[in-house]
């Protein structure tokens, strides 16, 4: 069991929450800005923080969960019904892209010229007997 005075576990919420510059909360704990970076560092601090955070996340990935297919009938009703070509041509393509993937188009080109670059003594030897038969022709 993690045992936390007042101000910390009104400081946790407070982070936890994301809505208050750290001055502020600061000021609503009655510490300093500087305390709150010191106990960030405190592990058991932390590990609330983190709970608590954790807990907020799993929160609102259930309310989100439970709107999501009222959502996807919204945007198939709105690429249905609107009369803008383009936002119907947004909305279809966000959709494709969800189901399919979206394509990309990057290629990756690697070369390694370093030994490819490199003359043999041999292949000098030839392209210089070959450049003097040449000049000896003409």
């Known amino acids: 069991m993690l045992i936390l005075d007042d101000?910390?576990?009104?400081c946790i919420q407070l982070l936890a929450e994301g809505e208050l510059p750290k001055t502020e909360i600061a000021k609503r704990c009655g510490i300093s800005r500087q305390s709150i970076y010191e106990w960030l560092d405190d592990t058991t601090f932390k590990a609330e923080l983190d709970r608590r955070l954790q807990q907020r996340k799993v929160f609102v990935e259930k309310i989100i969960d439970s709107k999501l297919e009222n959502a996807v009938d919204s945007l198939f009703d709105l690429a249905d019904t609107t009369e803008n070509a383009r936002v119907k041509a947004q909305v279809l393509?966000?959709?494709?892209?969800?189901?399919?993937?979206k394509p990309v188009s990057k290629h990756e080109i690697k070369a390694d010229i370093g030994d490819q670059n490199r003359v043999t003594e041999d292949v000098l030897e030839a392209e210089f007997e070959e450049f003097e038969q040449?000049?000896?022709d003409e």
């Open 134 to 136: 040449g000049s000896e």
């Open 7 to 10: 101000r910390k576990t009104l």
């Open 93 to 101: 393509q966000y959709i494709i892209d969800r189901g399919l993937g």
